[in-house]
């Protein structure tokens, strides 16, 4: 199967299989399923469609920094991650550790994910 061209509907499919993966590990593993596993995903969801966004604007507008608007985009997603988990764990949330390794795990997706949509555009250079 081939998957489509366009960057947003890949986001798109990937985005409802990470879902599906998260609603299927809910329902027969629900122990290694923390309960604001929602919320980690559609901020992870909306993070890194967002950053996709601001990276192909810049791409786009300054193709010569190529390596410098990726590692801002890496950047960018650390300090939002970590304001998302200290602002989640401030107020004293049960099972920290479990919501972290959830946080983790889903993380890891979008950042492969990324890793792939990056690769996946790489042109070879010719001369």
């Known amino acids: 199967m081939l998957l489509p061209k366009n ?7 990937f985005s409802a299989a990470v879902a599906g993966l ?4 809910s329902v027969l593993l629900p122990t290694i399923v923390h309960e604001k596993i929602w919320n980690i995903y559609f901020f992870m969801l909306i993070l890194s469609f ?12 300054f193709a010569e920094n190529f390596f410098n608007i990726l590692v801002l985009a890496m950047i960018l997603r650390f300090i939002a991650t970590i304001v998302f988990i200290g602002l ?3 107020p004293g949330m049960e099972n920290i550790i479990l ?5 983790f795990v889903v993380f890891l997706f979008y950042l492969v994910f990324d890793i792939y949509a990056f690769l996946s555009n790489l042109r070879p250079i010719s001369k």
């Open 22 to 25: 998260i609603g299927l590990f």
């Open 88 to 90: 989640a764990v401030w």
């Open 50 to 61: 967002l950053i996709s966004i601001l990276n192909a604007f810049l791409l786009k507008s």
């Open 7 to 13: 960057m947003h509907l890949q986001f798109l499919l």
């Open 99 to 103: 919501f972290i390794a959830d946080f």
